[in-house]
């Protein structure tokens, strides 16, 4: 109904339409616009997804040791010291009892505490390679000090299994079985949580003795704080790439 009637005004309407200066608008075109709705501004924000998080904390923010500031409060050169004496230490036990072949080099340092005091067994006895089975240890000069030696022999971590006969011990050389490596494997990752511990504990103590200073700004007491942190992770870094070498030459790959 309504369009009709529309159709009928269209050209009333249009020979109505005059232009002020040229009369009558020909060919003129009405166009009817709808009305326009009101426009809705949504704001999104987009969060990161869960995996997405922390992307930019994963990695440390690089501390700089500046030993000379760290000076003003510890002894550097004292720290590093002790951090690097716990290496030296795995080292040396790896080297002494984590051998997979049980020469008679490794037993002849292996340390034995007798009356009171740490001897080799070098010193104590004489040590011969019988066959390549076969170790024989010679106690006669030192017969009390078997059993001191047959302690530390089983405690050493090579492996070893001792028969003794009067003041000599013959020694099997065992084989180099998935069993052994493994043994060997495992007492290699506790000299290195023994020695990363210990480290751990040089960075307590030096931590300690920072935030006890007086006369110091806080911020001085926590850069170096932080150094000393930073330093001794070094440290530990070090220490677990020895052990993870030792691990890999043991284990075999």
Same mark, same amino acid.
């Given at each position: 109904m ?9 050209? $009333? ?20 616009? !709808? ?9 999104y ?5 869960n ?6 904390? !994963?990695?440390? #923010? ?5 030993a ?5 409060l510890?002894s550097v ?8 004496a716990? $290496?030296d ?6 080297a ?15 340390i ?11 010193e104590?006895?004489?040590?011969v ?18 059993p001191?030696?047959?302690?530390s ?18 020694v ?5 079985? !998935? ?5 060997? #494997?495992k ?24 935030? !006890? ?14 150094? $000393? ?8 870094n070090?220490a677990?790439?020895?052990y ?7 284990v075999?790959?």
């Open positions: 309504a369009s009709r009637i529309l159709q009928r005004l269209t050209p $009333i309407i249009l020979n109505n339409v005059r232009s002020p200066c040229c009369g009558i608008l020909k060919n003129t075109k009405v166009v009817i616009l !709808k009305p326009v709705e009101p426009l809705t501004c949504i704001t924000r987009n969060y990161a997804k995996k997405d998080r922390g992307k930019d904390k !994963k990695g440390k #923010a690089k501390v700089i040791v500046n000379t500031e760290m000076s003003e510890i050169d004292k720290l590093k010291d002790r951090c690097m716990s $290496i230490k795995m080292k040396d036990d790896f002494k009892n984590l051998s997979l072949r049980s020469t008679t080099g490794s037993i002849d340092s292996l034995v505490k007798f009356e009171g005091k740490d001897y080799e067994l070098q104590l006895a004489q040590i390679r019988k066959n390549p089975k076969t170790i024989v240890i010679n106690f006669s000069s030192f017969p009390q000090a078997i001191d030696a047959l302690k022999i089983q405690n050493s971590g090579l492996n070893l299994n001792p028969q003794q006969d009067g003041t000599t011990l013959f099997p050389v065992p084989k180099v079985t !998935k069993e052994h490596r493994e043994a060997l #494997a007492n290699a990752k506790a000299l290195y949580i023994k020695c990363r511990d210990n480290i751990k504990g040089v960075q307590n103590d030096y931590l300690k003795k920072v935030k !006890k200073a007086e006369s110091v700004s806080e911020d001085m007491i926590f850069s170096v704080s932080k150094q $000393i942190s930073a330093m001794c992770d070094e440290f530990q070090n677990k790439a020895v993870e070498a030792k691990h890999e030459e043991l075999g790959k």
